[in-house]
């Protein structure tokens, strides 16, 4: 647990919750264009079970009911898209933390957890993509040892880049918090 935050693998009841989650950190941003076909697919992506999603959860003595801080979806080779290149690659996608829930730890928390799992499972490069004006996840990143890789940069409408970051991963590094519940 860090500051009264828990990560753990979402529940499959919580996943309309974690939709609109979703959107409404994307919203609150403004990273979300009225015209972008992108909400739909923001609000249900990895649904369908193409990726491992995870929750981040207040906690005030270690119940995992608590209230839902932020999530993000960690997907693996060959489900992954666009800038992973190998099996030995994980993708982070769709880091959103609540607006109320900003600068409160989740999003350190959700992205250390990505790190742990992907290493465990064997992964040696964890690989994301942001939009140019995202500077505080740019940030976030930045801090947890992310380094741009701007020959993955990629442009899903034209007129639109988002940028590639990358952390290279150390597979034989123990994980520290059982699979399914990372404390944070």
């Not at 608590?66 to 190998?86: E, I, K, N």
């Not at 990505?114 to 990143?141: K, N, S």
């Amino acid at each position: 647990m860090h500051n009264g935050v828990i990560v753990r693998d979402a529940l499959p009841a919580e996943l309309p919750r974690i939709g609109a989650l979703r959107l409404a950190a994307y919203q609150a941003g403004d990273f979300l264009a009225d015209e972008s076909n992108y909400g739909e697919t923001l609000r249900t992506l990895g649904f369908d079970g193409t990726g491992q999603i995870l929750a981040a959860v207040s906690s005030d003595g270690g119940d995992d009911d608590g209230d839902l801080l932020g999530t993000v979806m960690l997907q693996f080779w060959p489900h992954a898209q666009h800038v992973v290149r190998s099996p030995d690659e994980a993708e982070v996608r769709a880091l959103a933390v609540a607006p109320e829930a900003q600068g409160q730890g989740a999003g350190r928390a959700l992205l250390r957890a990505c790190i742990e799992i992907a290493a465990a499972r064997g992964a040696r490069q964890l690989v994301l993509c942001t939009q140019a004006d995202m500077a505080a996840a740019q940030h976030l990143y930045a801090d947890a040892g992310f380094r741009r890789l701007p020959d993955r940069d990629w442009s899903p409408v034209p007129g639109f880049t988002l940028l590639s970051y990358g952390l290279t991963l150390d597979p034989a590094a123990p994980v520290t918090s059982p699979p399914g519940r990372l404390a944070r």
